[in-house]
């Protein structure tokens, strides 16, 4: 399977859920291959971050920053269970690749209005994607969600009744997710992160279940 991060707004997260998507399918004992596209190449600086630790690799980081990507990503998909696309920020073109590569289109996006109105631009992308690929799939993801806030709850509620609509699983706002990336780590590695690890299985199960 393919599955994308994508949203024009940088800052909400795709990174992140990437590669803890990516690690949870490792921890299965899939092959799992994740693509940045990103200039700022942070997947890649995770991984190299990891290696610098001297921590074992879990799975492949590829740098493909090219709008050649809806005819690369289904290659490299071939010798792997799932790649996991790290999507660009504000690049269209970029985004509009990776949207045509993908099978699952996730679209991160904080508890925040403004990120509401953000995402007015990845869906735009999203739509004219399945014009060609009808059976692409689009799904919200609301992370970085405060413990009990009332705007979180009531944005997932919003989403759950949009097209596309916003996934069940929340990631929370969590301190463990940057001690993990400071040193190429997941957070299921990282001592005191039981909440968060939890987040990402409930989100990888999520998932897992979409792809059936």
Do not use: Y
């Amino acid at each position: 399977m393919i599955v994308a991060f994508l949203n024009h707004k940088g800052g909400v997260g795709k990174t992140t859920l990437a590669l803890h998507l990516a690690g949870a399918w490792a921890a299965q004992g899939k092959r799992v291959v994740v693509v940045d596209t990103d200039s700022q190449g942070s997947a890649l600086d995770w991984s190299e971050q990891r290696a610098k630790e001297g921590l074992p690799r879990l799975f492949g980081v590829l740098a493909l920053a090219r709008d050649t990507l809806h005819v690369e990503a289904p290659e490299i998909a071939r010798d792997v269970d799932h790649v996991v696309i790290d999507g660009s920020s504000r690049i269209a073109a970029l985004m509009r690749s990776a949207m045509l590569a993908a099978e699952l289109a996730l679209m991160p996006t904080q508890p925040s209005p403004l990120d509401g109105w953000a995402a007015g631009e990845t869906l735009r992308l999203l739509h004219e994607a399945r014009r060609f690929r009808p059976q692409l799939i689009g799904r919200f993801v609301l992370n970085r969600c405060g413990a009990r806030t009332l705007i979180a709850a009531e944005i997932a509620e919003a989403l759950a009744k949009h097209e596309p609509p916003a996934l069940a699983s929340r990631i929370s706002q969590r301190v463990a997710f940057a001690e993990a990336a400071r040193t190429g780590r997941l957070v299921s590695e990282v001592p005191r992160s039981e909440s968060a690890a939890r987040d990402v299985a409930a989100l990888a199960a999520e998932i897992d279940r979409i792809a059936r």
